[in-house]
């Protein structure tokens, strides 16, 4: 067994080992909303966090294995966005206008997790968890037409699908507008249709 003292140690190591990954994830964000993903450079991100050249490969192979780690943690913030427990109470277009302000504040990056380099893994996987999580949150209507694993399917591709279209189109109806939209054109038929939005209930 380790002694404290060793113990210790390492739980500092550790320590110091995530705040690093966290500054050169923080710096990648930063210089790629400043400059593009396929402009940046390793020295431009380790000039930004203010990390050692070196140290930065003694954590990542490359850019790539860095921005691995940071569409983890985007995607997972995502998943959660894209299938949130929907409250009949709520103001109308709220949901949709939070999930497009994220995507507006992280832009370049969902850029990059949205294009077809990684859509085809990391795409199917957000569908899929973001469809799972949709099914987990919410009671289906048992005299709906429509099974609720395919209203879930729709809802997480089609909102995904506008996304893409908010991009390409250089984001140019605010998040507020498109909150709107995502809910008159998404989030309220699907859910009216499919599935009972109390909040609060739970498939078993």
Known sequence: ????????????????IRRTQKLLAKALIQVTIEKGYDAVTVRDITDRADVGYATFYRHYQDKDALLEDVLEVV????????????????????????LFG??????????VLLSSRYTSVIGKRMIEDSTKKMLNLHVPKPDSLIP??????????????LIEWWLVEDMRYSPEQMGLIYYELIEKPTIMLAFNPVKGERRK
């Open 75 to 98: 995607l997972n913030e995502l998943v959660g966005l894209l299938s949130p427990d929907i409250d009949q109470s709520a103001e109308p277009g709220k949901l949709g206008s939070i």
């Open 1 to 16: 067994m380790l002694s404290e003292r060793g113990a210790g140690n390492l739980e500092t190591q550790d320590r110091r």
């Open 102 to 111: 994220y995507v507006k504040d992280h832009y370049e990056i969902i850029r």
């Open 148 to 161: 609720p694993e395919i209203a879930a399917y729709h809802l997480i591709s089609s909102s995904i699908n």
